[in-house]
């Protein structure tokens, strides 16, 4: 039996950061992104809002993200840093960093080698000789304001999703080879693990990359490589949608703007900007 959720227990260990006193818990909803965004686009800028079970939990396009009752971690955050519409786009890899380094300080993973990032939105887990599987999930949904004349256009919110898969012990038959669970991963599966721990990690490290992002300290877009092994020389099939086609090739780092590359089969550069990439 999964323990019931402790909201108290998140928010002493939050206190300092900018989502310290903002976060909710509920037991089902439809979806936290699409509670989160309703909450915005009535006035709100800050909340975090976490539940035990999403009955449309929203992946990227028009994929679902599986929400087993109290099975797994679902988190949105609303933010409103004052960033640019460019510097928003750095949303994605920077919230994929900070789950995986809770991930990582939470269950005494490892950074790349055992918890891995699927460029941008993908959190990816594999033990020792084995394929990856995806354990966690990113979707992100922004709003601009107006561009004023001659001045770039300014972020009005960000609405910031991540889904963990934790306690799940199966699958539907048409994910489990592609998808598993923290617990399922770890030496002892029969452990049951508390999703507070992960939630407050990862609040903590979401302030944290937020913080660097709108300070004056150096952007994180160099070595990247060491978060993700999805960067370079990887074979991939990056898997069409939005009407596009789909192509192989390796991977061949990122853009100026953080969007991967591909160097495709009839040796073009491309850009992914859409579509779901898969190891060949």
Do not use: C
């Not at 039996?1 to 976060?23: C, E, K, S, Y």
């Amino acid at each position: 039996m999964v323990p019931r959720f402790d909201l108290a227990q998140v928010n002493g260990a939050i206190a300092g950061t900018q989502f310290a006193g903002h976060v909710q818990h509920l037991a089902t909803i439809p979806s936290t992104n699409s509670l989160a965004l309703a909450m915005a686009h009535s006035g709100a800028r800050h909340g975090v809002w976490i539940a035990d079970e999403q009955t449309a939990g929203r992946g990227r396009g028009t994929h679902h993200w599986h929400s087993a009752a109290r099975l797994g971690l679902y988190l949105s955050a609303l933010v409103a840093p004052e960033i640019t519409v460019d510097m928003a786009q750095r949303l994605s890899f920077l919230t994929a960093i900070a789950a995986q380094s809770a991930l990582a300080s939470t269950f005494g993973l490892a950074v790349r080698d055992q918890i891995d990032i699927r460029w941008p939105n993908d959190l990816m887990i594999a033990r020792p000789g084995a394929p990856q599987r995806k354990v966690g999930g990113i979707l992100i949904e922004t709003s601009a304001n107006p561009a004023p004349a001659h001045s770039p256009a300014m972020l009005r919110f960000a609405v910031i999703g991540i889904g963990v898969n934790l306690n799940h012990t199966t699958f539907p038959s048409e994910i489990d080879s592609i998808a598993t669970s923290i617990r399922r991963e770890l030496p002892d599966p029969s452990h049951v693990l508390r999703r507070e721990p992960l939630a407050a990690a990862i609040l903590v490290a979401l302030h944290r990359e937020l913080s660097l992002l709108t300070s004056n300290l150096e952007p994180r877009t160099s070595n990247l490589s060491q978060y993700s092994s999805w960067l370079e020389n990887k074979r991939v099939r990056v898997e069409a949608r939005d009407h596009t086609a789909s192509y192989t090739g390796t991977t061949a780092g990122l853009d100026s703007q953080g969007f991967l590359r591909v160097i495709a089969e009839d040796g073009a550069i491309r850009t992914v900007l859409s579509g779901g990439l898969r190891e060949l």
